[in-house]
């Protein structure tokens, strides 16, 4: 296994174990509290002509502790007739998704949790783990609303898992690798008919795959206009309804970790991921050790700026837009999506072969 | 012969990017949130808002109008009568009503404003006054004493529009 | 007086319904250019919506209720706890059109072509008052039927569904009607009762005079 | 056009299939759930009961009363000023449109009329109320349907109505600034010169609605084809308002009756819609709120001059009679039918309100429908509980 080769490959494997949890919850938690506190504290406040929080710190910048504070000190209710074990552990099923994600996202050229070849396909397969987890928590709330939020969660993750899985088989088809950290070098060492100013990010090919992987991507993370689980003006938060405390807190962590996550992969899978192209400092993938390290400082800062674009769309569109209905949403979904993904793989692979 | 349509998807995003440049421009240029920092910032209730019911004790004749036409029963008024000087030199004394007691209580009140429109002494008015809140729902039987104080709060009567008829003095 | 004023819409209302449900037609009052009111034996009540509805054209269902004619005994619960209850008149004087009952059912619908309404009035028994239901012909009568039953007490038959729809299931009494005592009136002394101290050597009425 | 007459169709078989399923009890097992009477989409305490197989209702029942407050009983026991300040609570958002009906039947039993410039100003306030209300239920309807921000653009833009509303008469939400035979008092100095730019911002919340929601191309396929109810039915329920005019019935009671205000001063388009669905119904409410901007700027710049108060006695008794006085209210008709016996108070005040017959037609029109279109439907019915419930 190669290792975090940035804070020096000879550590013992425990104290790599411990940096890689420690890095993972940081990749984790950090984007999660940015995004909440940009977009859904101050944008959402900005668009709808107020200020949002602005007591806790300086523009309310504490505001999230103080809500962490709130949240920790509240008692862990758990319905009567729950199914009391599943109900508990659904939260953690949740995030533990966001966690398993994260681990193959590659932030630089050596700052990598693990870096294995079937990267995306392995992206593909733990990001629906978390409808397992909210298919635990609508089922064992014991609660009507938590139920029909559930099933509902069930049927439109799996509607959108394909379409996803479907636009990201383009850019497989492009790179020619399931590796994510090929798939960044090649983005930004690849050169457009010759000329390499700005690499190759596969949003230019890709651009329909791209637009695809958002709108599922956007199902995927149950935001409007496809957050019908949620939906709390139908089903009153859906499956969260009976969650409270801590419990409720790492649902909403997971939703916005969630977020975070699938907008780095975006950013990998079309934007060229923690690299600007390589030729603005003349940098080749097995160049001098000494760009590398500062890759390495650089990469995650970049991947964080293309991220918060990705995510500020997402949030832009969530708090402009009304929600579909379930069956228009499924309709949408295996109509339109699909089929449109399809043809997008037909031709990239055509042109692959052409060119 | 159309124009060719944005999609209604677009402008709606365009709608809420532009409220978001709207509150983010700077107050000097109009802009800013529609909001006010409650207690740092305060707006001013117009003049003639109805926030809390002032009285002017000495004007009170406890005649009871104002606690007979309270469609809530919200008024409690006890006087006595009491003898006081009389009006000119050498005539008998006047038996005048004194107030004892002149409550309102602010959790029945329906601020219809009916008890200040009967009173025909001119011993209650309309004050904006709107901070008086209590933590308890029986902290908000006010007394005279508290509802004197709130006189100080009551402003003048507005200019009309033009085109209204004077008023006649009460 | 209102007699010379001829309105022909209204007074084909009265025209149309007194052809059609002849002695059924009990009274009727027009205000010229302004309403009319009709009165029918609770017999024809449904027959009379029906005429209205498919003859005259008034297939806007307005509102549906009753009201109790007789005076309340409590009067505006502005009475002196301490003192004996008032003697009051409990002379039952209907309105429009007259009634022989105590309680009467009424209902407004609208020609939304011509632009008029009609009030329509039925005496219901004073004990067991009954009447049918009107469900069939407007179905919005639904929920006004309803309404009715619970706070007067009048059956309609042939309504599909007479639930409470206010109170609980169990609850007892009448509140419209007029011998129901309001609560709120009753558990507090009216705060407008003369509380003045008199001096020392005055009587009352002195006190009232203020 | 088709579209919709394709969708009309489906409701209607997806109506009948599930009487079918019920009659030859071949369901399988269904689910009740209780909406309300604690549920963010009933805006107060409604509680509709629906029975669910899968996610489409096969029957549906509303339960009201949960904040029932027995206003015909009060007004028994109440002065004809009283009165005034208590049905002001009916429809808690438009509430000066409440006291206006109430006042003129009284006016009409007495048989005096206000002056002109009291008409003049009822009949602004009464358009400033209805704008009020309604642009709140254009804001809520997004929030209802998922979109979040209509919501505050509406509340920041009713602030500016309300704000108008209070320095006029004194109260945000309940002026009580109607009298029998007038008004309280003349509108303050420099009123009408605001309200002006008032009407400017509010036909600029209306355009940004326009864009935001009901260009929508999701809202208008959530809303499309929804919920429609015939003309037939609409009248035979008693529905008034928007949803009548939703259903392609041409009738306002601003232009259809003879009334003591300053509607037939002014020239205003009554809006119908042929299609019957919910986005008839929320379309029209958007229509009607530009039209009555436009309203208030022509009364606002022909406000005769004179006194607000006809001459009436200081202790008012209402002689003997019955009146019914009904007019265009935010929510639909909203009358009175006054009954006096001479005295200081009412004998009998029967309140039609709107909301009442709008609701009505719930188990009718909800049957067949899915889950989120319940929402939607009762959002585009717009109800306000108080108005229900009385």
Known sequence: MTSLAIFGADLPYWAQSLLRVLGGAVAVLLPAGTIVYLFLFKMMSFMQSRLGPMEAGPYGSMQLFAEVGKWLQKEDISPTRADKRVFRAAPLVVLMSTFLLVAVVPFGPDAYFTDFDAGVFYMLAVSSISTLGILMAGWSSANKYSLLGGLRAAGQLIAYELPMVLSVIGVVIQAGTMNLQQIVVKQNSDEIFGWNGIGFPYILTQGIGFLIFMIAVQAELTQTPFDMPIAESELVSGYMTEYSGFRFLIFFIAEFATAGVFALIASILFLGGWGVPFSWFGWAPAGSHEIDNWMNVGGPLIMLTKMMVLTGIIMWVRFSYPRFREDQLQRFAWKVLIPVSLVNIMITAVLKVAF | MQKPRIPGLLKGLGVTFGTMAQTLKPKKLGGGAATVQYPREKETPTVRARGVIALREDNCTSCMLCARSCPDWCIYIEGHKELAPPRRAGGAPRKVNKLDRFDIDYALCMYCGICVDVCPFDALFWSPEYEYSEPKIADLLHDKTKLGEWMETVPEAPELEAGAEKKKGK | ?210 | MTDLVDRQKLSYIAAQAADARLNVELETEGMTLNIGPQHPATHGTLRIIVRLDGEQVIWAEPGAGYMHRGYEKLTEVRTFPQVTALVNRIDWLGSFANEVPFILAAEKLMEVEAPPRAQWIRTILFELSRIANVSLFLGDLGVQLGAITPVFMAFRDREYVLNLIESATGGRFHPNFDRIGGLKEDLPAGWITETKQVMKKLRNFCDEIENLLFGNEIFQSRLRGIGVIPAEVAKQYGLSGANLRASGVDWDLRRDQKIALAYDKVDFKVWTHPDGDSFARCWIRLQETREATKIVDQLLDGIPSGSVMAKVPRIIKVPEGEAWVSTENPLGEMGYYVVSKGDLGPFRVKIRSASFNNISIVPWVLRGVYVPDVISILASLYFILGDIDR
């Open chain 3, 1 to 210: 007086m209102p007699e010379l004023v001829h309105d022909t819409t209204r007074e084909g209302v009265v025209t149309a319904l007194r052809a059609a449900l002849g002695e059924g037609l009990i009274d009727s009052l027009i205000k010229p250019n302004d309403d009319v009111w009709v009165r029918v034996s609770a017999d024809v009540w449904q027959q009379a919506g029906r005429v209205l509805r498919d003859t005259v054209g008034c297939d806007y269902f307005c509102f549906l209720s009753a009201i109790d004619w007789l005076p309340s005994p409590y009067g505006r619960g502005e009475d002196d706890p301490t003192a004996p209850a008032p003697e009051r008149d409990s002379t039952i004087k209907q309105g429009y059109t007259g009634g022989d009952t105590r309680m009467q059912v009424f209902a407004r619908v609208t020609n939304l072509r011509q632009h008029f309404g009609v009030t329509i009035k039925a005496d219901v028994a004073d004990t067991e008052p009954s009447i049918e239901s009107w469900v069939t012909v407007y179905a919005g009568a639904n929920w006004h039927e309803r309404e009715c039953h619970e706070m007067f007490g009048i059956d309609f038959k042939g309504h599909p569904d007479l639930r409470n729809m206010y109170l609980p299931t169990d609850f007892e009494g009448y509140p419209l009607r007029k011998d129901f005592p309001l609560l709120a009136r009753m558990v507090k002394p009216w705060p407008g009762i003369v509380d003045v101290e008199l001096l020392p050597g005055d009587d009352a009425d002195d006190a009232e005079s203020e």
